[in-house]
């Protein structure tokens, strides 16, 4: 029987119509709600599906969350909060309350750990095992490129109120032979990105996270008579280098920092811990400007005591900055204070004067092909800002990196287009 090519089309689209109806009939909504150990809800959780992060979500201020997806029955979905292990439920388990078990992040146990031990403490056996680590470095970690995939969180809150969080996939190539002294060079191209957001918190940081408040785009940068939804697409359309999401996973570069410091062994100490790891810890101070400016850290090295291989990395920053006079922060900066609920009369009175914080990095490392690369990054910051009259303003970021595929062989970097090509927010509100 001859069919006409019109007919051959027609049943195409028809089979293709009968596939879409199919799998939009096989789409569940998920839902449920998490909580820790002692049933509190957990706001700002990311939960997601293994095999299409981008169909993830975050938990609302309640501990709860829905989102749809079209998942096998036996798919792995993650729930994560830093400071707390990461769980993974199969997709036809999700019901009810999913828990969450309190991990404090490997720096706070390192600190613990590390203390001076006097029998190794001396130069000499400390040069040594530091030259052992050095080589054991140097056969670890890969010379050619790697690629990742990778799930970054960002979470921010003031005075332990959290109002927002801004999850981004994203591709991440590692070239260590492009290095600059030393250092690897980290290309970073953003796939998805979604912005969660308190409704109350909404008209507040919708535009002031793109840099430049709606108001003034309106006034300024809108043709006349433009169109809110106009307005907001440009307020969302932000470059895909957002500054924590690509810093993450740059900075604390472990090898190259070790490198550095193995010389000053008198700032070295040594500690063993449990399982067969041994805490290398080097500690720095730096002073400048007249002592305006302070800054002490310590880098945690957690090793194998007979491999010498580096199973994790910890790194925890103290900064202190006075500014005699004090400072008149731009409008955008000013703005920004928006989010902390300060009024307008304080802002526009507000002149920074100190800025002290706390910084704790870790790094998890994984093995594969023979070399070690990274598995999973987080990030604490607690900052103050303090301005006239005292005013002291609280603020926390929270940020967390975990690879989700691993590429070795044959990576290329990115092209320039790639890297500055922007990536579109979407908005989601949660209540």
């Given at each position: 029987?001859?069919i006409?090519?019109?007919?051959?089309?027609?049943?195409?689209?028809?089979?293709e119509?009968?596939t879409?109806?199919?799998?939009?009939?096989?789409v569940?909504?998920?839902?449920?709600?998490v909580?820790?150990?002692?049933?509190?809800?957990?706001?700002?959780?990311?939960?997601?599906?293994?095999i299409?992060?981008e169909?993830?979500t975050a938990?609302?201020?309640?501990g709860?969350f829905?989102?749809?997806?079209?998942?096998?029955?036996?798919?792995?979905v993650?729930?994560?909060?830093?400071?707390?292990?990461?769980?993974?439920?199969?997709?036809?388990?999700?019901?009810?309350?999913?828990?969450?078990?309190?991990?404090?992040?490997?720096?706070?146990?390192?600190?613990?750990?590390?203390?001076?031990?006097?029998?190794?403490?001396?130069?000499?056996?400390?040069?040594?095992l530091?030259?052992?680590?050095y080589?054991?470095?140097?056969?670890?970690?890969?010379h050619?490129?790697?690629?990742?995939?990778?799930?970054?969180?960002?979470?921010?809150?003031?005075?332990?109120?959290p109002?927002?969080?801004?999850?981004?996939?994203a591709?991440?190539?590692?070239?260590?032979?492009?290095?600059?002294?030393?250092?690897?060079?980290?290309?970073f191209?953003?796939?998805?990105?979604k912005?969660?957001?308190d409704a109350?918190?909404?008209?507040?940081?919708?535009s002031?996270?793109?840099?430049?408040?709606?108001?003034?785009?309106?006034?300024?940068?809108?043709?006349?008579?433009?169109?809110?939804?106009?307005?907001?697409?440009a307020?969302n359309?932000?470059?895909?280098?957002?500054?924590?999401?690509?810093?993450?996973?740059?900075?604390?570069?472990?090898?190259?920092d070790?490198?550095?410091a193995?010389?000053?062994?008198?700032?070295?100490?040594v500690?063993?811990?449990?399982?067969?790891?041994?805490?290398?810890?080097?500690?720095?101070?730096?002073?400048?400007?007249?002592?305006?400016?302070?800054?002490t850290?310590?880098?945690?090295?957690?090793?194998?005591?007979?491999?010498?291989?580096?199973?994790?990395?910890?790194?925890?920053?103290?900064?202190?900055?006075?500014?005699p006079?004090?400072?008149?922060?731009?409008?955008d900066?000013?703005?920004?204070?928006?989010?902390?609920?300060?009024?307008?009369q304080?802002?526009?009175?507000?002149?920074?004067?100190r800025l002290?914080?706390?910084?704790?990095?870790n790094?998890?490392?994984?093995?594969?092909?023979?070399?070690?690369?990274?598995?999973?990054?987080?990030?604490?910051?607690?900052?103050?800002i303090?301005?006239?009259?005292?005013?002291?303003?609280?603020l926390?970021?929270?940020?967390?990196?975990?690879?989700?595929?691993?590429?070795?062989?044959?990576?290329?970097?990115?092209?320039?287009?790639?890297?500055t090509?922007r990536?579109?927010?979407?908005?989601?509100?949660?209540?």
């Amino acid at each position: 029987m001859h069919i006409s090519k019109k007919s051959s089309t027609f049943v195409a689209i028809f089979d293709e119509m009968k596939t879409f109806l199919f799998i939009l009939a096989l789409v569940t909504t998920f839902a449920g709600r998490v909580v820790d150990q002692q049933g509190a809800p957990i706001p700002y959780a990311t939960v997601y599906p293994e095999i299409a992060p981008e169909w993830g979500t975050a938990t609302n201020n309640d501990g709860y969350f829905s989102f749809e997806a079209n998942l096998p029955p036996d798919s792995r979905v993650v729930f994560s909060y830093i400071g707390y292990q990461k769980k993974v439920v199969l997709a036809r388990d999700i019901t009810g309350e999913i828990v969450l078990i309190e991990q404090p992040i490997a720096l706070q146990e390192t600190v613990v750990a590390a203390k001076k031990s006097k029998q190794r403490n001396k130069r000499k056996q400390m040069a040594t095992l530091l030259h052992a680590v050095y080589v054991q470095l140097e056969k670890d970690f890969p010379h050619d490129n790697s690629r990742y995939t990778v799930v970054s969180d960002v979470r921010m809150s003031s005075d332990n109120s959290p109002w927002g969080m801004e999850q981004m996939i994203a591709d991440i190539v590692v070239l260590p032979e492009q290095a600059k002294e030393g250092r690897d060079s980290v290309q970073f191209q953003g796939r998805y990105c979604k912005r969660f957001f308190d409704a109350r918190k909404r008209a507040q940081a919708d535009s002031i996270l793109a840099g430049q408040a709606l108001e003034r785009m309106e006034q300024k940068s809108a043709p006349k008579g433009a169109p809110a939804n106009m307005l907001r697409r440009a307020a969302n359309a932000v470059d895909s280098g957002v500054v924590v999401h690509s810093a993450l996973f740059a900075i604390g570069n472990m090898r190259y920092d070790f490198e550095q410091a193995m010389t000053d062994t008198k700032h070295w100490t040594v500690s063993n811990e449990s399982e067969g790891e041994t805490v290398l810890t080097h500690t720095e101070s730096i002073s400048k400007y007249l002592g305006c400016f302070k800054m002490t850290f310590q880098r945690h090295y957690i090793v194998d005591s007979h491999t010498y291989a580096v199973r994790r990395f910890s790194e925890h920053a103290e900064v202190k900055v006075t500014i005699p006079f004090g400072i008149k922060l731009n409008k955008d900066q000013l703005q920004m204070l928006n989010l902390v609920n300060m009024s307008e009369q304080q802002i526009e009175k507000f002149r920074l004067k100190r800025l002290r914080g706390a910084v704790d990095l870790n790094t998890i490392y994984q093995r594969q092909d023979g070399h070690v690369y990274t598995q999973e990054k987080n990030m604490i910051c607690n900052a103050f800002i303090v301005g006239s009259k005292n005013t002291e303003i609280p603020l926390q970021i929270k940020a967390t990196q975990r690879v989700t595929e691993l590429e070795t062989s044959g990576v290329k970097p990115l092209r320039r287009s790639q890297i500055t090509r922007r990536v579109k927010r979407e908005i989601v509100e949660i209540y």
